[in-house]
C-alpha cells in the first residue's frame, strides 16, 4: 500500500516539476522571439548530427551482437537437411545485412549531410525514369536468385522421405510430447482419437482397444448407462443447468458409441499386428545417427508445433488432421557436447504454437546415439511393445481398470 | 461559434442557423475535424494501456519468477500472487497487447484519425461524404475498445461481479490468451486454456464491433476521395497521404469481411457446437464429437485478412511519411507516379501472400513455393519506395522538426524490417525461425516501429492543423531520440535470440537451462537488456503524453501553415469551422510537390496558386 503510495506521489510530483519546466522554458523563448514552428539552426544542426551518430550506434550494436555471439549465435546444425537451410541463411544474412548497412548508410549520410543551411535552396528533382528502372530491376534480379535458391532448398526438405527411412509419430497433448516407433516392421498401426483410454493414451486401433472403448463407454464411469441413471433417478432434485448438461452429455456419448460401432464393423483385424509392435516412448526421444527419419505427427486437443531447434526442423501438429517431416540426424548428442564444450547439453523438441499456459514448458529431450549403442538401446524396448503393455498378464485378456473411463464429465 | 472569431464573414450557408450544444459539438459530433481527434484520443489511451501490458509480460521475462511490487500493483493478488505473474495471465497479456496495438492503435488510430482529419482537408471537401456515418465508424470503435479494456477484468465469466445474462458467458478467467491470432482449436475450447471462456467470448464481440467500424469508415473514406476532390484536384495531383488512405480503405474493405465470417464461424463453434474448426479432439479427459472440421480453415481466413492488415498499418504511415520528407525536405518527392505505382502494386500483391504464415501448417509444398513467389515479389514495390524516399533526401534542405525525425527514422526502421522479411518469406529458411523471436523483431520493426513512427510523424506535424496550437519541438526532440534508441535497443537484440532459437509467447525462457546452457545464457541476458530499454522507452512515451496534452490547452497558438506547406489544409483558416472553408473551396492549379521550384521566389508553392505565366506543371 505505501508503495503504491509513494509510486502515484512521484508521478504527481514528476508532471508539475515538469508543467513548470515547460512554462519556464516557454516565458523564455517568448523574450527571444522564438516561435515554434521556426526550427533554429542550432537545433537543426544538432539533429543531422545525431543522425549521423545514431547510425554509427546502430551500425556499432549490430557488429557487436554478431562478434560477441559468433555471427548468428545459433551454434551448428545437426541435420542434414539444417546444413542445406543453414548455408542458405547465412547467405541470405550477408545479403541482408549489407543491404541493410548500404541502405542506412546513404538515409542518415544524406540526412546529415543535407540539412538545411541558410542560403541554401534544395534542387528540384521530381524524377528520372532511368534511375527508378534501375531500382526496380536490380532488385527484382537479386529476388529472383533468392526465390530460385529458396525454392530448391524448400523442395529438397519437404520431398518425400526414401523408402528406408525410419517411421516415428509424435504425438502431442496439452503439456507433453509421445513418441511411438514403429517396430519391428517399421509401420505405425492405425489410430483413432475415439479409442483413447487410460491404458491407451494414444487411441491405438486394434479389435481389442475397439471393444473395450465400447465397453467403457456404455458401462465406465460416467459412461451412457451411468449418466442415464442419475437422470431417470426420482429420488434425486436435478437443478436445470445439470440436466441441460447431462443430456448434452449424453447426446455425445450416444454419438461416439455409434461411430465406435461402425469402427468396429470396419475394422480390419489382419492389421493388428502392426499396431501391436509400436513401441511407446515419453520423456526422451532416441534417435540413430545418419539414419533418415520420417515423423508424422498428430494433436490430441489444439494446434502444437514440433519445433527442433538444432535440427532446423518445424511443423505444426493439428487435431484431426496428421501432418510429415523429415530429417537425418547427422550429428550425435555426444559430438555436439564436444563442439559446444557443453557437458550436459541436449538437444530437444519444443513445443512453438500457443497452446495454453505451460506451453513454454511442453518439451521432450532428444538423443542421438551411434549405431551400435542406438540399437543396443532398442532392443530393450522391443519387450515393451503395445502387445506386451496392453495385456501384460499372460492370459490374452485386455485389462480395463476402473478409472480408465474416457470421460468425466460429470463434476 | 467558434468561426465568429475569424474574419472571415461569408460563411457557408448552412453554417448560420445552428448553435451547436456540447453534445453535438464534442461528443456525437459528425465533423470530420472533431471526429479524427476522437479517433487520435481513444488510440492513445489503448496505446498506452497495451504499452503498459508489454512492460508488465517484459518484467517477467527478464526476470522469471521474482517477486515484483509494480506486477502486484497492476495485477492484483489474482493474476500475481505475491508479485509473480500467472502464467495463463503473461498469455493474456501478450494478446491483449497485440491486439490492441494492431487493431487498435495502428488500424483504428493511424487510419481513422489521420483519414478523417486529411481526407476532406487535403481534397478541399466541406466534410466527409457522409457525417453520420463518420460519426457512427467512431462510436462502433470506441464500444469495441471499451469492451476489448474490459475483458482484461474478466473473472469467473463475469466483469466486476457484474454478470451478463445468457447462456454464453458464465466461465472462464482472465482475457483471451491464444494470442492475437486467436487460433483455434485453443480459442474455441473454454476448456484449454482459462480465457477461452468469456474473456474469448468479449475478444469476439469487440472484434465484429470494430470491423463494422472500420467497413463503415472505409466505405466514407472511398466514396470522399472518388467524389469530393475539390476543382482541379485530379487523381495524380492527389498527396499521396491521400493515395495511402484511399488504398489503405479499399484493402479494409475487402479483407476485413473475411475476417469477420472467420470471428462469426469461430462464436458459432463456441456456442452452437458447430464444427467448422473442430474436428477429433479431446481435452483432458474430455472427448468431443465434432468431426470433419478444421484448424487450419481458420488459418486461411485469418491471414487473408492479417496480411493485408500489416498493410492497413503501415500504408498510412508510408503516406504520411511521404508528406512530411517532401514538406521538410524542401523538395518534391522523388518519383511521384512510381509510389503511386509502388502503393497500388503492395496494395494488390497483399491479397496474394498469406500463406507465408502458414509455411509450416502442413500445407503441399507446392502451395508453399507459390507464397513464397508472391511474397517476395512485395519486396520489389517497397525497395522502390525507400530508394525513392533515400532520393527524395539527396540534395534537400533538410528541416528538422520532430515530424521529420520520426519520418525519417521511419525509413530506416521500414528498411531493417523488411530485409528480415526476405528471410521468413523464403519458406526453407522459415521452416528454422518460423513463430520465434526472429518473426517478434520482424513485425516490431515494420509495425511496431514503422507505422508508430508514422503516427508520432502525423502527431507533431498536423496537430496545429487539430488543436490550432503548437507542440512543444524540444521536448519532440527528446521524445524521438529516446523512443529511436529505446526501442532499437528493444526489437534488435530480438533477432538474436529468435535466431538463436527461442520460441515466441513462452512465459519463462530459464527452461533453455534444462538441456543448452549456452542459449540459455545468451537469451537471459538479451532478455534483461531488452526489458531495460523498454522501460527506457516507456518512461520516454512520457514526454511525449504530456507534450500532447498540455499542448492541447497552452501550446502557442499555430499559424496558418506553419511548415510552409503546399496542401489544401494549411489554406483553411486555423480556427476550425464546418465546411473547413468560409467561402468558396480552394481550386486546385498544381501538384503538391512544388517545394524548390527553379524560378519560384518562396520555396513552396501551394497547390492553389495558379501555374504562372509559361510555368510547366511538372
Ligand atoms: C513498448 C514497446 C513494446 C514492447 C516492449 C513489446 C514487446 C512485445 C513482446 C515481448 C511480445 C511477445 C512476443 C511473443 O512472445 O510472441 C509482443 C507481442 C506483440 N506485439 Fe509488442 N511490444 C511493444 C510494442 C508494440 C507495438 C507498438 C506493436 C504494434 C504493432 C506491437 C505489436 C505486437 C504484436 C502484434 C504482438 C503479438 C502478440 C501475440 O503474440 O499474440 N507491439 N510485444
Ligand atoms: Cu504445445
Ligand atoms: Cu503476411
Known amino acids: ?411 | 461559434m467558434a468561426s465568429a472569431a475569424h474574419d472571415v464573414n461569408s460563411h457557408d450557408q448552412h453554417e448560420h442557423h445552428h448553435e451547436e450544444s456540447f453534445v453535438s459539438k464534442y461528443i456525437f459530433s459528425q465533423d470530420h475535424k472533431m471526429i479524427g481527434k476522437q479517433f487520435l484520443i481513444t488510440a492513445v489511451f489503448m496505446g498506452v494501456v497495451a504499452m503498459l501490458l508489454s512492460i508488465l509480460f517484459r518484467i517477467q521475462l527478464a526476470w522469471p519468477g521474482e517477486s515484483s511490487d509494480f506486477l502486484n500493483f497492476f495485477l492484483g493478488d489474482q493474476w500475481a500472487p505475491e508479485g509473480v505473474l500467472k502464467e495463463d495471465m503473461y498469455l493474456g497479456l501478450v494478446t491483449i497487447h497485440g491486439t490492441i496495438m494492431v487493431f487498435f492503435l495502428l488500424t483504428g488510430g493511424l487510419s481513422g484519425t489521420f483519414s478523417n482529419i486529411l481526407i476532406p482537408l487535403q481534397l478541399g471537401a466541406r466534410d466527409m461524404a457522409s457525417g453520420f456515418l463518420n460519426m457512427l465508424s467512431f462510436w462502433f470503435f470506441f464500444l469495441s475498445s471499451l469492451l476489448m479494456f474490459l475483458s482484461l477484468f474478466v473473472m469467473n465469466g463475469s466483469i466486476f461481479g457484474i454478470d451478463i445474462p445468457g447462456d454464453w458467458g458464465t466461465i472462464g478467467n482472465g482475457p483471451a490468451m491464444a494470442g492475437w491470432t486467436v487460433y483455434p482449436p485453443l480459442s474455441a475450447l473454454p476448456q484449454a486454456v482459462s480465457g477461452s471462456g468469456f474473456g474469448m467470448t468479449l475478444w469476439l464481440i469487440s472484434m465484429t464491433i470494430f470491423i463494422a467500424g472500420s467497413l463503415i469508415g472505409s466505405l466514407n473514406y472511398i466514396v470522399t476521395v472518388i467524389n469530393l476532390r475539390t476543382a482541379g484536384m485530379t487523381m495524380t495531383r492527389m498527396p499521396l497521404t491521400i493515395w495511402a488512405f484511399f488504398v489503405t480503405a479499399i484493402l479494409g474493405v475487402l479483407s476485413f469481411p473475411v475476417l469477420l465470417s472467420a470471428a462469426l464461424l469461430l462464436m458459432m463453434d463456441r456456442m452452437a457446437g458447430t464444427s467448422f474448426y473442430l474436428s477429433d479432439i479431446m481435452v483432458g479427459s474430455e472427448m468431443l464429437s465434432n468431426h470433419g472440421g478444421s484448424p487450419i480453415l481458420f488459418q486461411h481466413l485469418f491471414w487473408f485478412l492479417g496480411h493485408p492488415e500489416v498493410y492497413i498499418v503501415l500504408l498510412p504511415a508510408l503516406g504520411l511519411s511521404s508528406e512530411i520528407i517532401a514538406t521538410n525536405a524542401r523538395k518534391p518527392i522523388f518519383g511521384y507516379k512510381a509510389m503511386i505505382g509502388s502503393i497500388l502494386a503492395i496494395g494488390f500483391l497483399s491479397f496474394i501472400v498469406w500463406g507465408h504464415h502458414m509455411f509450416i501448417t502442413g500445407m503441399n509444398p507446392f502451395l508453399g513455393s507459390v507464397f513464397v513467389f508472391t511474397t517476395l515479389l512485395i519486396a520489389i514495390p517497397s525497395a522502390v519506395k525507400v530508394f525513392n524516399y533515400i532520393t527524395t533526401l539527396w540534395k534537400g534542405a533538410i528541416v528538422y522538426t520532430p515530424a521529420m525525425l520520426f519520418a525519417i527514422a521511419l525509413v530506416s526502421t521500414f528498411i531493417t524490417g523488411g530485409v528480415t522479411g526476405i528471410i521468413l518469406a523464403d519458406s526453407a529458411l522459415d521452416i528454422a525461425v518460423h513463430d520465434t523471436y526472429f518473426v517478434v523483431a520482424h513485425f516490431h520493426i515494420v509495425m511496431g516501429m514503422s507505422a508508430v513512427f508514422g503516427m508520432f510523424a502525423g502527431v507533431y506535424h498536423w496537430f496545429p492543423k487539430m488543436y490550432r496550437r503548437m507542440m512543444n519541438t524540444r521536448m519532440g526532440y527528446a521524445h524521438f531520440w529516446i523512443t529511436l534508441i529505446g526501442a532499437y535497443g528493444v526489437f534488435f537484440p530480438m533477432h538474436f535470440v529468435g535466431i538463436a532459437g527461442a520460441p515466441r509467447r513462452y512465459y519463462d525462457y530459464s527452461v533453455y537451462g534444462e538441456f543448452d546452457t549456452d542459449s540459455y545464457n545468451m537469451i537471459m541476458d538479451l532478455n534483461v537488456i531488452i526489458t531495460v530499454f523498454a522501460i527506457i522507452a516507456a518512461i520516454g512515451q512520457v514526454i511525449f503524453l504530456f507534450n500532447f496534452f498540455y499542448s492541447i490547452y497552452r501550446g502557442p497558438v499555430a499559424p496558418q501553415n506553419p511548415w510552409k506547406s503546399n496542401t489544401l489544409e494549411w489554406t483553411a483558416p486555423v480556427e476550425h469551422m464546418h465546411g473547413n472553408w468560409p467561402g468558396a473551396l480552394p481550386v486546385v492549379y498544381r501538384w503538391p510537390y512544388d517545394y524548390s521550384k527553379p524560378g519560384a521566389a518562396d520555396d513552396f508553392i501551394p497547390q492553389n496558386v495558379p501555374l504562372a505565366e509559361g510555368e510547366i506543371e511538372h
Open chain 1, 1 to 411: 500500500m505505501e508503495s503504491k503510495l509513494i509510486i502515484i506521489l512521484i508521478i504527481v510530483i514528476g508532471a508539475i516539476a515538469i508543467s513548470q519546466l515547460v512554462r519556464v522554458y516557454e516565458l523564455t523563448a517568448k523574450l527571444r522571439k522564438h516561435e515554434e514552428h521556426e526550427i533554429p539552426v542550432r537545433d537543426n544542426y544538432l539533429n543531422a548530427m545525431l543522425m549521423l551518430v545514431f547510425m554509427v550506434i546502430q551500425f556499432g550494436g549490430l557488429i557487436y551482437l554478431m562478434i560477441k555471439y559468433g555471427w548468428t549465435g545459433r551454434g551448428p546444425a545437426a541435420s542434414v537437411q539444417g546444413e542445406y537451410t543453414d548455408w542458405l541463411l547465412d547467405l541470405n544474412l550477408i545479403l541482408i545485412t549489407a543491404i541493410f548497412f548500404l541502405t542506412n548508410f546513404l538515409l542518415f549520410y544524406f540526412s546529415f549531410k543535407y540539412v538545411k543551411r541558410p542560403g541554401v535552396k534544395a534542387y528540384y528533382y521530381p524524377h528520372n525514369n532511368k534511375l527508378e528502372i534501375l531500382w526496380t530491376v536490380v532488385p527484382a534480379a537479386v529476388l529472383a536468385v533468392i526465390i530460385i535458391l529458396g525454392l530448391q532448398t524448400w523442395n529438397e526438405v519437404t520431398g518425400a522421405s526414401p523408402k528406408e527411412a525410419i517411421n516415428i509419430e509424435l504425438y502431442s497433448k496439452q503439456f507433453d510430447w509421445t513418441a511411438r516407433y514403429s517396430g519391428t516392421d517399421n509401420m505405425l498401426g492405425k489410430t483413432d482419437y475415439k479409442l483413447i483410454l487410460g491404458n491407451n493414451e494414444l487411441g491405438l486401433m486394434t479389435e481389442a482397444t475397439i471393444d473395450s472403448s465400447i465397453h467403457a463407454m456404455r458401462h465406465g464411469a460416467g459412461g451412457i448407462l451411468d449418466i442415464q441413471k442419475i437422470l431417470n433417478n426420482r429420488d434425486t432434485v436435478l437443478t436445470d443447468s445439470l440436466v441441460n448438461v447431462l443430456r448434452k452429455d449424453l447426446g455425445t456419448k450416444e454419438r461416439l458409441l455409434r461411430l465406435l460401432n461402425q469402427m468396429k464393423a470396419t475394422h480390419n483385424p489382419a492389421l493388428d499386428k502392426q499396431v501391436y509392435d509400436d513401441i511407446i516412448q515419453r520423456d526422451t526421444l532416441y534417435l540413430c545417427v545418419n539414419k533418415p527419419y520420417e515423423f508424422s505427427f498428430r494433436s490430441k486437443d489444439v494446434i502444437h508445433s514440433a519445433y527442433f531447434p538444432h535440427f532446423r526442423a518445424q511443423m505444426n501438429t493439428v487435431p484431426g488432421y496428421g501432418t510429415r517431416l523429415k530429417f537425418t540426424p547427422n550429428m550425435t548428442t555426444a559430438e555436439m557436447r564436444k563442439i559446444k564444450n557443453l557437458p550436459a547439453f541436449h538437444y530437444v523438441l519444443m513445443c512453438n504454437k500457443i497452446c495454453g499456459g505451460a506451453h513454454y514448458k511442453m518439451k521432450m529431450m532428444v538423443v542421438v546415439l551411434e549405431e551400435e549403442e542406438y540399437n543396443a538401446w532398442m532392443k530393450g524396448k522391443e519387450s515393451k511393445n503395445f502387445k506386451a503393455t496392453y495385456f501384460p498378464a499372460p492370459s490374452a485378456q485386455a485389462v480395463i481398470p476402473a478409472e480408465s473411463t474416457a470421460i468425466s464429465a460429470m463434476n
